[in-house]
């Protein structure tokens, strides 16, 4: 390969995207990005500010004006929202009931694809999402789709929600997460599947250690092959 390669991680909420690329992007000295975020950090501005999540295109011009941010750390990406840190504050269950409208905006999906490409132009990077395999970068090195079983995204989900300090039950975020899997797979822009040449991963019952070095080694075996 003429420049290093690009590597797009997909899968429903709770699969562990993040923490799995954050360790990938680690191995392989890549930058992780995580586009989740992204759309967190508008969705968060959105309520902030009081714009309707259902006016699109006074969200999707939100989008437009807003500036996101996202520092690769060794625990994670920071993530600044027009010079704010709001790491912790996307996380919250408001912003994980409004993000899916959010991110079923097209006009917003317009402006933060073009984004997500611009920081993976140069490649050595690891980019996590919904749809980057699909729409973000069709032309990824390596495409992989993460998945596990919903009572085990589910829990991991309230174990990071708990460890906010966000009092929540396991089963309201159970609902929560069968919520999104629908919203995610049956939005009209760029809906959450699974790209024909993308190498699936079961992570259920492995730890993200384990599923990262998996994936790190398909990369270095691509890139030893030359594509």
């Known amino acids: 390969m003429s420049r290093r390669?690009?590597?797009?991680?997909d899968g429903p909420m709770g699969s562990g995207k993040g923490t799995v690329a954050r360790l990938v992007a680690r191995a392989l000295g890549f930058r992780h990005v995580d586009t989740g975020a992204m759309y967190r950090a508008v969705a968060w501005k959105a309520l902030r500010e009081g714009v309707p999540l259902d006016d699109l295109q006074a969200v999707a011009e939100l989008a437009r004006r807003t500036r996101v941010d996202l520092d690769t750390e060794p625990e994670g990406n920071r993530v600044w929202c027009d010079g704010e840190d709001v790491t912790d504050a996307i996380r919250s269950v408001q912003v994980n009931a409004a993000?899916?409208?959010?991110?079923a905006n097209a006009g917003v999906r317009s402006v933060l694809t073009e984004r997500q490409r611009s920081l993976a132009r140069e490649g050595g990077v690891v980019v996590e999402g919904r749809d980057i395999g699909t729409?973000?970068?069709?032309?990824?090195?390596l495409k992989v789709y993460l998945v596990a079983s919903l009572d085990e995204r589910a829990r991991r989900r309230w174990q990071e929600l708990r460890a906010r300090g966000e009092d929540v039950s396991l089963e309201a975020v159970r609902e929560l997460v069968r919520e999104d899997d629908e919203a995610a797979q049956t939005r009209a822009v760029a809906p959450l599947r699974r790209a024909e040449d993308a190498v699936v991963v079961d992570s259920t019952s492995r730890s993200p250690e384990e599923?990262?070095?998996?994936i790190a080694r398909l990369v270095?075996?691509?890139?030893?092959?030359g594509g």
């Open 220 to 225: 270095r075996s691509r890139v030893a092959r």
């Open 211 to 214: 599923v990262a070095e998996e």
């Open 99 to 103: 993000v899916r409208r959010v991110a």
């Open 135 to 141: 729409v973000v970068l069709p032309d990824a090195d």
């Open 5 to 9: 390669p690009v590597v797009a991680i």
